[in-house]
């Protein structure tokens, strides 16, 4: 037991995992981030006042809608990837292919989502 | 502590390890949340969506379908929004996605976490976060 690695964070940083470690990091922050913001968000629902509607003010604010829904519907669409190879463990050989097909999914949903977002930031 | 084989069945091997059967959790939790999910989307364009909606006002609905949500769109009455069949719903997705989160977190942790008293906090600290998001989250959709 113990955490003696020896990896600097600067070497871990530069690791070069290609598109799966990608993914994985992606994964990581994506859930971080949604755990962190929708437990801020519940809180300040439920307290409410001025700091709970100042919260929810900067929630709703389109930057932030962008950084969450990247958060989301990464996290979604990734855990779809890894919920059916870790199911289906003979579609493991395709894992290259499936990240392929993901990241065609997430642009797609994605840039709907960012591009209707920012159409209604401008008023339209 | 015997040795478990790999080879061994789960039938024989029993699965009985907690953080195996979270891991599974995680797997079919994501599978329920997505039916959901899509229970909630499919919902959303049978009650007008399409007219009064964009694209991420519904997926917003989609992700958490608590009325709320839906208060700022151009949808003319929201009253059909608010039943308890969304309640429901919501509150399904609610339970669900507070058990993945928080163990998602535990996982996390668990990288940097390595001693087995940390491990036992974290967990102490998880069952304690559950329970209050869970009592905070159904409070806050069934008065909404």
Redesign the interface.
Known sequence: ???NRNVSLKTALRYKGQGPYLTYILH?IG??G??IF??IH??A??LGGRGGAFVNHIY?SWIF?IFI?FC?LFH?IN??R??IL??WPKLIIYHRQAITIEWVAFIVIYG??V???I??ALGG | MTTKSRNLSIAKRGLMSFETIMWLFTRLSALAMYTLVIFGLVGALIMGAVNNMNFAEVMRWGFMPNVTHVQNTNLPDIDPWATPLWKLTASALLIIAVGHGVHGLVVIADDYIATAKGRQIVRICSGVMILSMIGIGLYLIWTS
């Open positions: 037991m113990g955490l990581r859930g971080l949604m755990a929708i437990t519940l809180l629902s439920f709703e809608q829904f989301i979604a855990g779809l890894i919920t870790d199911l709907f989502s591009f209707s977002i159409r209604s």
